[in-house]
């Protein structure tokens, strides 16, 4: 819920190898009510415990997965692109993925690009050394 100054250059380095960060400009902006955001989070990490299309050991993740018809230059539906997007780890978000696939095998994005978002996912706690998720404390059911 909060829109953070973006950057495109990281650091800048002069002739003697000197690097310099570069700090983003403006400050942070809500942008979603907390408490709508929070729910939001919630919503989508419950979804994601209960399909667990993907799993990041020791990680809590929100996520979801779409897909969607696309038309072609005729203007025809004509191609499928699932989609899977997940904020690891959710209990103190770091990172967003979003893998989207053109024409997969099957049509559903959690079943498609579900496994790839893992794997990246996967790949990020490693390099990065995140700390591991806290228990969840707060799941709201997704079935009732």
């Known amino acids: 819920g909060v829109k953070k100054p973006q950057r ?6 002069d002739a003697e190898g000197h690097s310099e960060e570069q700090k983003p400009g403006g400050e942070a902006t809500r ?9 939001v989070m919630n919503a989508m990490e419950s979804v ?32 499928i692109i699932s989609d899977y997007s997940a904020i690891i780890p959710a ?16 049509v559903f994005g ?3 690009a579900g496994p790839v978002t893992a794997e990246i996912g996967e790949f990020l706690m490693q390099k990065y050394e995140v700390p591991a998720s806290s228990p969840r404390t707060d799941a709201i059911p997704v079935t009732w």
Not at 31 to 39: F, L, T
Not at 91 to 106: C, G, I, M, W, Y
Request: aromatic content about 6%; glycine content about 8%.
């Open 31 to 39: 942008v979603i009510d907390e408490q709508v955001a929070s729910q």
């Open 8 to 13: 495109i250059i990281k650091t800048i380095s």
């Open 91 to 106: 209990d103190n978000p770091r990172f967003v993925v979003t893998v989207a696939l053109k024409e997969p095998q099957s």
């Open 110 to 112: 959690g079943l498609t």
């Open 48 to 79: 994601s415990d209960h399909y667990q299309f993907v799993k990041v050991d020791g990680y809590r993740v929100a996520a979801k997965s779409g897909t969607a018809e696309v038309a072609g230059a005729d203007g025809r539906l004509s191609s």
